[in-house]
């Protein structure tokens, strides 16, 4: 029994000094993921990963139970980040020189469908276009996972569109909706970003909103709506930062010094996307492939 529980401590701890780092439901997330973590390794860290909703993260990262998100993306988690950040317990470590949005988007077939895209006006007078036998006439908008937080129903609201919500469970989902259409030339309008692989494998656009403003998620009298929020677009040239707790840096030096210079660009994230949804990867395979493809850039970052 004593050199049970003496096994059992020294898993425990083992357990406890590993960087923790979360997954999530896309494919650039997971295999991002797994480099930063053999990234790690190489210095001598221990890795865990550990599955966790894509919001709920930050408060984890906050509690010290996550260490390090290293895909925050503006317009999805922005708000989320930004008040961890805020109460001084997440750390806003680096900033990726990938820009990102995030937005309604449809094949370029689409707009033979619907003359006057990618004007969000135009997509509302055409609605019927994007309706299905269930929604009662209205058009379906596929939005993300619904831990994405994209406020898209009080956007459909806050603008007054002939739109229903339907929330796909993951980004699989969303591909198998966007490939649907593409099929049987339907109008389809999904939730996209970029980067990631899909603009390497259809042409399409993304909808344009009135300008996203931060007024537009504060102040209701801000905007087309003086009487609600989500009267906007998502942001444009939106950040993709790394976050790590605030204890990150003295309970894993080594892997915060990495860290500090790991630096992802647009073509690296699609890559990433790109390796498991067109190539058809496990994850680790993938996370392989773009280290063994992209030695002369994160050698620095170990060193």
């Given at each position: 029994m004593a050199l049970l529980g003496m096994m059992f401590l020294a898993t425990s701890v083992a357990h406890a000094d590993a960087v923790k780092i979360p997954t999530h439901n896309w494919s650039s997330q997971l295999v991002g993921a797994e480099i930063v973590g053999k990234l790690f390794e190489m210095v001598?860290?221990?890795?865990?990963?550990?599955?966790?909703?894509?919001?709920?993260?930050?408060?984890?990262?906050?509690?010290?139970?996550?260490?390090?998100?290293?895909?925050?993306?503006q317009g999805a988690f922005g708000a989320s980040f930004e008040k961890v950040v805020g109460e001084g317990c997440v750390i806003d470590l680096a900033t990726h020189d990938a820009k990102t949005r995030e937005e309604w988007w449809y094949p370029m077939h689409v707009k033979e469908l619907c003359p006057g895209l990618p004007d969000w006006k135009a997509l509302d007078a055409c609605s019927d276009q994007f309706a299905r036998a269930d929604s009662n006439g209205k058009?379906?908008?596929?939005?993300?996972?619904?831990?994405?937080?994209?406020?898209?129903?009080?956007?459909?609201?806050?603008?007054?569109?002939?739109?229903?919500?339907?929330?796909?469970?993951?980004?699989?989902?969303?591909?198998a909706e966007l490939e649907s259409g593409i099929?049987?030339?339907?109008?389809?309008?999904?939730?996209n970003w970029t980067p990631n692989f899909i603009e390497a494998l259809y042409e399409g656009e993304f909808v344009e909103f009135p300008e996203h403003d931060p007024a537009c998620t504060e102040d209701p009298a801000w905007g087309v709506n003086p009487e609600q929020l989500y009267d906007c677009?998502?942001?444009?040239?939106?950040?993709?930062?790394?976050?790590?707790?605030?204890?990150?840096?003295?309970?894993?030096?080594?892997?915060?010094?990495?860290?500090q210079k790991i630096n992802f660009t647009n073509l690296d994230v699609a890559k990433q996307s790109n390796y498991v949804d067109t190539d058809g990867m496990e994850v680790t395979e993938a996370a392989d492939r773009w280290l063994e493809e992209h030695k002369d850039k994160w050698q620095s970052w170990i060193q």
């Open positions: 001598g860290e221990e890795v865990e990963y550990i599955p966790m909703d894509s919001q709920t993260v930050y408060q984890a990262m906050c509690d010290n139970d996550i260490d390090i998100v290293h895909e925050v993306w058009g379906v908008f596929i939005g993300g996972p619904v831990d994405w937080l994209k406020h898209d129903a009080e956007k459909v609201e806050a603008l007054g569109m002939n739109f229903v919500v339907r929330n796909a469970g993951s980004a699989a989902a969303i591909w099929k049987q030339d339907n109008a389809v309008v999904i939730f677009g998502n942001p444009k040239g939106g950040y993709l930062k790394i976050g790590v707790s605030h204890e990150f840096e003295e309970t894993h030096p080594k892997a915060f010094a990495v860290a």
